[in-house]
C-alpha cells in the first residue's frame, strides 16, 4: 500500500467517487455523497493505492485559521483494519501540521445510534481524538452529530 498526496482537482473527484459509491452504507445519500466529492477541490486530499488502484482517501477542510476538519474519509470495506485510515490519517495530520494548522475536528452520528457508526467513532478515539460536543439537531433528529477534536500544534 502507498499513500500519496493529491494535487490535480480532477483526480479528487474521481477517486472521491469511486470511494464513496463502493461505500453505501455510509455514503448512500446521493446528494450528500455529491457534495463531498463537489467539495474535494483545493483541499489537503490523500489517497491509499494498491497496486495502483485507490482503495481509501480523505481530505481536510480549513474550518478556521487554527483548525481543519477531517472532512470525509472512506476506505473500502473489503479493506477495514488494515492501517489503511490511520496511515492516510497520519499523512494528513503532518500536512496539517506543516502548514500551520494547531487542531482538527471530525463529525459523525454519535455513538449508539448506529453499528457501522459506532466502528467510525471507535476508530477516532483510537487516532486520539476527544469528544467535544453532541448536536442533535444538525443533520437531523435520526443523526445527531458528534464532533470530536484534536490538538495537533
Not at 490535480?8 to 473527484?13: A, F, L, V, Y
Request: hydrophobic content about 35%; overall charge negative; glycine content about 8%.
Amino acid at each position: 500500500m502507498e499513500i500519496r498526496q493529491i494535487t490535480d482537482d480532477g483526480e479528487k473527484k474521481n477517486i472521491t467517487r469511486h470511494i464513496l459509491e463502493a461505500l453505501p452504507d455510509w455514503f448512500g445519500i446521493p446528494e450528500a455523497r455529491e457534495e463531498y466529492i463537489a467539495e474535494s477541490d483545493h483541499k489537503i486530499f490523500f489517497c491509499a493505492f494498491e497496486r495502483d488502484c485507490p482503495v481509501g482517501f480523505l481530505y481536510l477542510k480549513e474550518t478556521g485559521s487554527a483548525t481543519v476538519e477531517l472532512y470525509v474519509m472512506g476506505v473500502l470495506k473489503e479493506l477495514h483494519r488494515k492501517g489503511i485510515g490511520r496511515e492516510l490519517f497520519r499523512s494528513a495530520r503532518e500536512a496539517a501540521v506543516e502548514q500551520g494548522y494547531s487542531f482538527i475536528q471530525v463529525k459523525t452520528v454519535q455513538m449508539g445510534k448506529y453499528k457501522e457508526y459506532d466502528r467510525t467513532n471507535k476508530f477516532y478515539l483510537s487516532l486520539g481524538f476527544k469528544e467535544f460536543e453532541v448536536f442533535p439537531t444538525l443533520w437531523d433528529e435520526w443523526n445527531p452529530c458528534q464532533v470530536y477534536v484534536m490538538s495537533i500544534g
